[in-house]
């Protein structure tokens, strides 16, 4: 294991259409993260988990958008009814429990059409 | 408001010259400053964390500084490569919470 990986890695859907993404930290990170990245702007926080509890959620997580660790190991991030303004780049990362140097994915590029 | 700012947000320059990268951050909430690197299309990739009780730190070519007392960090990238081709993201890490707040980068052309 030498990262944190994701897929997948692209996804085009319809509007309306529900998605799932998935992503595996590295395997002795017990944090792990979720971002949005949108074209030309810095990734944004979305949510944070802690082993398998999700500990913060930023209030652009909307309800459409849920997110599960359900054993601490990899994580899903899903959204419902998707919007065109749901395109962008999902980046997951990963930390050690005492570190805070954050380790990223490659992402996932979802366009909505 | 949480903001990190990114100047310039392009630079182009020949290969060989040695640059810097500004970030500013206006929240004194950040302890912790990351630079990544950002290739088109994919991923982030850390280059150097400098913790709240450093100054700089070192790998190779690359050296950061933070000062906190005026929000800032600087990253210096020495005899720059056509590779370093890339956007460059600083991100300060929140003394409360768990997330990184972002700048928009730096897009780094190093021309051959």
């Known amino acids: 294991d030498t990262g944190v990986s994701q897929n997948p890695r692209h996804k085009i859907t319809k509007r309306g259409q529900n998605v799932t993404f998935r992503c595996d930290p590295i395997s002795e990170h017990n944090r792990l993260y979720w971002y949005r990245q949108t074209l030309g702007q810095g990734p944004e926080f979305l949510t944070y988990f802690q082993n398998e509890a999700q500990l913060e959620k930023s209030r652009l997580l909307s309800d459409r958008f849920s997110a599960e660790r359900p054993k601490g190991s990899f994580s899903t991030l899903e959204i419902q009814r998707t919007e065109q303004g749901d395109s962008a780049m999902y980046l997951c990362a990963s930390s050690q429990p005492a570190g805070t140097e954050r380790f990223f994915g490659p992402g996932t590029r979802l366009t909505v059409l | 408001k949480q903001e990190v700012t990114q100047i310039p947000a392009a630079l182009s320059v020949p290969e060989g010259e040695n640059l810097v990268l500004n970030c500013s951050f206006t929240?004194?909430?950040?302890?912790?400053l990351q630079w990544f690197r950002q290739d088109p299309g994919k991923g982030l990739t850390s280059l150097l964390l400098?913790?709240?009780?450093?100054r700089e730190q070192t790998s190779g070519r690359l050296n950061a500084s933070l000062d906190k007392s005026s929000g800032r960090s600087t990253l210096y990238i020495a005899a720059s490569q056509p590779g370093d081709s890339a956007t460059y993201l600083c991100?300060?890490?929140?003394?409360?919470?768990?997330?990184?707040?972002f700048g928009a980068g730096t897009i780094l052309r190093v021309k051959s």
């Open positions: 991100a300060g890490h929140m003394e409360y919470g768990n997330k990184l707040v």
């Open positions: 929240d004194s909430a950040i302890y912790n």
């Open positions: 400098i913790q709240s009780s450093q």
